[in-house]
């Protein structure tokens, strides 16, 4: 117990840390836009203007960032549950942290409502400030769950797999859904947060449903 309780604090302490660098990173990444002679008030949508060479190495700097989370839940956990729950907690942790540092370096974002681009990677994935937070709190919850839980019985059948799946990707496709406007470089008027809540309310019911089935 007092080596799992170790292994969790490691958890946050690194995904902190990452969180700290990734908004490092983006506010770089600002810097190098608005020597280009933009204006600030546009970013983060104009980024998709930067030159194509540094668009395709930030895309492949994000899929080496998930490899890099992947890497460090593997060794983190001996089961599946807690391989899963350490990458949900360091995740979730640096989902969060990221928006907090840039809120105290910066002043960005102004609020909670406020427009990002979360990922580019295959399409760029765009919504409100609140959506990614929610997505992440849910990470931290659940992975801590999963991570200080992992002897505990578990029966995920194939059906239960595929609900899961099905609710992130409904999630998914409610950040992809205004991909071209940012491509195009406008501000989106709206987000489907029907679409975004009916994901996170059947992927965390189900879920709940699950832990409760084998209890």
Known sequence: MHERGANYLALWLLALAFGWLEAATVIYLREVYLRLGNSVESYPF??????????????????????????????????TADRIGAFLIVFGIWDVIYYVALRLLVGWPGSLATWDILFLIPLPWVGP??????????????????????????????????????SAIVVVGAFLVQWRVVIDQRLPKDFPAWLFWTGIVLGMGWFVRLERRVM
Request: hydrophobic letters at 55%.
């Open 129 to 166: 400030v609140w959506a990614p937070a929610t997505v992440a709190a849910i990470f931290i919850v659940a992975g801590s769950y999963l991570f200080r839980t992992p002897e505990r019985p578990r029966d995920y059948r194939q059906k239960d797999i595929a609900i899961l799946l099905a």
């Open 46 to 79: 104009a980024l998709v203007s930067l030159p194509t060479r540094l668009i395709a190495i930030e895309v492949v700097r994000e899929a080496c960032t998930i490899v890099l989370m992947g890497a460090v839940a593997w060794l983190a956990g001996r089961r």
